[in-house]
């Protein structure tokens, strides 16, 4: 199996206000838009280029599922080279900020926000762990 390409594709009531969201906010493109389905991709910076799709609950696909997304047991794990500045900007975008940003002891400065899909979007920055943080987790080698 070759896969060419892989992306999210979140139904929600509200698929134009989803990708304005991350137009506005994080810097994406409409790739593809219609009444019922929005594409939107941010260029590669990476090496590849990061797509999400938004459905509207009303589509003619007419797949079985999926349902309605509800907000709950995914999150999207945006990285990014400086949290606390991602923080202060979208603030200032007028972005409401679920869970502010903290040092977290695993190695990660993280904040989160929610989309209009209600989808948690967790930003983080890669900080060096507390020290000893993974010594309980990572078990060590025999010798």
Do not use: K
């Not at 994406?28 to 990476?46: D, I, L």
């Not at 949290?83 to 977290?104: C, D, F, N, P």
């Not at 400065?109 to 993974?134: N, T």
Request: charged fraction near 15%; include cysteine.
């Amino acid at each position: 199996m070759q896969i060419l390409d892989h992306y999210p594709l979140i139904t929600t009531s509200q698929p134009h206000s989803c990708a304005e969201f991350y137009q506005r906010y994080f810097g994406f493109e409409t790739v593809f838009s219609s009444s019922w389905f929005v594409m939107v991709q941010r260029p590669a910076e990476s090496g590849h280029a990061i797509t999400l799709a938004f459905m509207s609950t009303d589509h003619p696909s007419m797949p079985p599922g999926p349902e309605l997304f509800n907000g709950r047991g995914l999150l999207m794990t945006l990285q990014v080279a400086d949290a606390m500045a991602a923080q202060a900007e979208l603030r200032a975008a007028g972005v409401t900020i679920s869970y502010e940003a903290r040092r977290e002891p695993w190695g990660q400065i993280r904040f989160q926000c929610l989309d209009p899909a209600g989808l948690a979007l967790d930003i983080c920055e890669q900080v060096e762990p507390a020290a000893g943080f993974w010594d309980s987790y990572i078990p060590s080698e025999d010798v």
